[in-house]
């Protein structure tokens, strides 16, 4: 059985880089059919999708928030990695690490989700 962990600083400053680790463990971030994907649900809103990167390393962005976020992994380690530049306010929320079986369009496993609070 999959398992997800989210790993990172609970508090970040307004402009400061936010950065969380998922680790994986019970299966591979490299088998087929999986896209690993993280999502946030700020404070009193929806599920907000980031981005994910697919089993072969290819990775998608939401477009709103394309333009600071970065996707990553490390195979050897079974983990991937998330970081949200010029952070504010705003991205106060709670960071979900979860794969997606893009050939069903399903989340089939979660992380159990990691609050970050943007504050000076």
């Known amino acids: 059985q999959v398992q997800l962990q989210e790993s990172g600083p609970g508090l970040v400053k307004p402009s400061q880089t936010l950065s969380l680790t998922c680790t994986v463990s019970?299966?591979?971030?490299?088998?087929?059919?999986?896209?690993w994907t993280w999502i946030r649900q700020p404070p009193g809103k929806g599920l907000e999708w980031m981005g994910d990167i697919a089993e072969i390393g290819t990775i998608y962005y939401s477009p709103s928030l394309k333009s600071r976020t970065s996707i990553s992994r490390d195979t050897s380690k079974n983990q991937f990695y998330l970081q949200l530049t010029s952070v504010t306010p705003e991205d106060t929320a709670v960071y979900y690490c979860a794969r997606l079986n893009y050939v069903l369009g399903t989340f089939g496993a979660w992380g159990q989700g990691t609050q970050v609070t943007v504050s000076s």
């Open positions: 019970g299966g591979s971030i490299k088998t087929n059919y999986y896209a």
